[in-house]
């Protein structure tokens, strides 16, 4: 089966600080929509795509009232 993101390629590349500016000024170009959707697939890859819920051990607090 193949995923969604399979399909992108990775880029590396390497910049000067004078260069950075371009970056900025091509992510203000995008839409919000589009942003906040690249930053969603972001957190999938780094978080997982379990809407941020993991299973582990649950945890229990007790308040005992002494008389």
Same mark, same amino acid.
Request: glycine share 4%; net charge positive; with cysteine.
């Given at each position: 089966? *193949?995923?969604?993101? &399979?399909?992108?390629?990775?880029?590396?590349?390497?910049? @000067? %600080?004078? @260069?950075? &500016?371009?970056?900025?000024?091509?992510?203000? @170009?995008?839409?919000?929509?589009?942003? !906040?959707? !690249?930053?969603? %697939?972001? *957190?999938?890859?780094?978080? =997982?795509?379990?809407? =941020? @819920?993991?299973? =582990?051990?649950?945890? %229990?607090?007790?308040?005992?009232? *002494?008389?």
């Amino acid at each position: 089966m *193949r995923s969604a993101n &399979s399909s992108m390629q990775r880029v590396v590349s390497k910049s @000067t %600080v004078q @260069t950075q &500016s371009d970056d900025l000024d091509y992510w203000r @170009t995008i839409p919000i929509a589009q942003r !906040v959707a !690249v930053v969603e %697939v972001l *957190r999938q890859r780094m978080f =997982g795509e379990n809407n =941020g @819920t993991r299973q =582990g051990l649950q945890r %229990v607090c007790r308040i005992i009232h *002494r008389a």
